[in-house]
């Protein structure tokens, strides 16, 4: 799909696309294109194909589809222009949400069940990096924050 041809097909307002034509019997001109899928973004199909609408609104603005798009707030239903950036699978990882399995609750901390300390460890470009172990959660809260922001820059994320 080209720039000009998700123009032709869809007005985007405020991180949504409305159908310009209609491009089956059910569909009418100005209906919300897409639906949300399983995976929690939004999809549309057309001649065929399945386009994940932040990919198409990122490309209505840039010209171009990227490895991945990032959503800068974590929302993937939130596809306003602004908060679409282009990413590989590395960097948009960067930008992931917390595992729900963390032992204590903060991005890259784990709790040692050794020492009964809380190591820091992030990754960079499949390298993990080691800041070391502290006693206090908060400590290595505030140690994994700052290499966050080092390692990762505006891709850092802390929930």
């Not at 973004?41 to 001649?47: A, C, N, S, T, W």
């Not at 949400?97 to 901390?109: A, E, T």
């Not at 390298?127 to 908060?138: N, R, V, W």
């Amino acid at each position: 799909m080209t720039q000009e041809e998700a123009h032709q097909l869809w007005r985007y307002d405020q991180g949504k696309l409305y159908w310009r034509v209609a491009a089956n019997r059910r569909l009418k001109i100005g209906d919300e294109a897409g639906c949300i899928h399983g995976n929690g973004y939004r999809e549309v199909g057309i001649k065929g194909k399945v386009y994940g609408i932040h990919r198409v609104v990122f490309l209505m603005f840039h010209g171009y589809i990227p490895k991945q798009v990032d959503h800068i707030d974590g929302n993937p239903l939130n596809n306003k222009a602004e908060n679409l950036r282009a990413a590989d699978s590395s960097v948009n990882g960067y930008n992931r949400k917390i595992n729900v399995n963390s032992s204590s609750g903060v991005k890259n901390v784990s709790l040692c069940k050794t020492s009964k300390k809380w190591k820091v460890s992030v990754v960079q470009n499949g390298k993990s990096h080691y800041y070391g172990a502290f006693a206090s959660l908060s400590d290595a809260a505030a140690t994994a924050a700052q290499a966050r922001l080092d390692l990762h820059g505006n891709f850092a994320r802390g929930k």
